[in-house]
């Protein structure tokens, strides 16, 4: 993609893909993530967008980015429960003591030494993506991709083979 026409892209439909993020997520930070993410995988494609298109493919674009958000953060929600102090009272089965020792055995043994860092930084100690960033010295959108293919790869681990 040109560089001209990226920019004419990003200047025309920037506003009406932020308020789109921000409807579905209410979290301006976030919603600016989303709209970024969206404008660096099309970059990264190289895709060409027709003008009669180009609008409900970036939209389109944001509503599967939010849902990708929302989705993380349900499985960062669980994640956060289970670790949570409550999580080792004796409500906690068996069963899920043992799912949680072999989850932190994975992200010890399968993830990076910089993927392990950012990962308990932001779920263990919980720190925002931008704390970790300015801690770590690094962009938060390299903390993001950290974490998204940690969390791939933790999801995938633990979906059940069929």
């Given at each position: ?150 969390i791939e790869r933790v999801r995938v681990y633990f979906t059940p083979k069929q």
């Amino acid at each position: 993609m040109i560089k001209d026409n990226i920019e004419i892209i990003f200047k025309t439909y920037y506003l009406r893909m932020y308020r789109l993020a921000v409807s579905i997520l209410y979290d301006e930070d976030e919603s600016k993530d989303v709209v970024s993410e969206v404008f660096s995988r099309l970059v990264a494609s190289g895709t060409e967008l027709r003008q009669e298109t180009a609008e409900a493919y970036l939209l389109t674009g944001v509503r599967n980015q939010c849902r990708n958000v929302i989705e993380r953060k349900l499985v960062r929600e669980k994640f956060l429960r289970l670790l949570s102090e409550e999580a080792t009272e004796p409500t906690m089965t068996n069963g899920e003591q043992l799912r949680m020792k072999e989850l932190m055995e994975y992200v010890e043994t399968h993830l990076s030494p910089i993927s392990q860092q950012i990962f308990h930084m932001r779920y263990l100690h919980e720190m925002t993506c931008q704390e970790v960033a300015d801690k770590l010295g690094i962009s938060r959108q390299t903390v993001h991709t950290h974490l998204r293919e940690s969390i791939e790869r933790v999801r995938v681990y633990f979906t059940p083979k069929q």
